[in-house]
């Protein structure tokens, strides 16, 4: 006889038919000789360069970013990890821009009905980034830009519309 109230485990994947949200967009898996650590992260640039996160242990990552060739294009944020034989990589598709603002490493740029605001660092300004401007708009009337430094005047960058 089944119970009359399933409870707490009726809406997991597989019981109700709805999947369960990608957390990445591409998976792959490699031999990645010579590397070193058990984790690596980095984000695959358009351009070729990989910028590998300095907390990683030291895990080069060619291998890795090479076992995702075509299953992603670039540019991508990366994480990958040692499994006893093999590597474990996987990918997130990210938004890149060149900005030439100088100061500060994290920009917010909020554009409501009536007002827009800027932090950066987390600071609020008065000062403005025209570029950052530039891409909300294109998306929508009002939104929220977060630009993050990934080297030099390269940006990750995330536009939601409000």
Do not use: C, K
């Not at 006889?1 to 009726?10: K, N, R």
């Not at 996160?53 to 994480?79: H, K, V």
């Amino acid at each position: 006889m089944l119970p009359i109230d399933p409870g707490g485990h009726w809406l997991e994947a597989g019981i109700t038919g709805l999947a369960r949200q990608r957390e990445w967009d591409a998976v792959a898996t490699s031999d990645a000789p010579g590397s070193a650590g058990d984790e690596v992260e980095f984000v695959a640039l358009a351009d070729g360069r990989l910028l590998v996160n300095t907390d990683s242990g030291g895990a080069a990552p060619e291998s890795l970013a090479a076992a995702l060739e075509g299953a992603i294009d670039r540019p991508y944020r990366a994480f990958a990890v040692r499994r006893p034989e093999l590597w474990t990589v996987g990918a997130t598709a990210i938004e890149t821009a060149e900005l030439s603002f100088d100061r500060g490493d994290e920009f917010e740029l909020v554009r409501g009905l009536d007002e827009t605001s800027l932090r950066i660092d987390g600071m609020p300004t008065a000062e403005a980034v025209p570029e950052l401007e530039r891409i909300g708009e294109a998306r929508s009337a009002t939104y929220v830009v977060r630009a993050r430094r990934l080297t030099g005047a390269v940006f990750e960058i995330e536009v939601e519309p409000l």
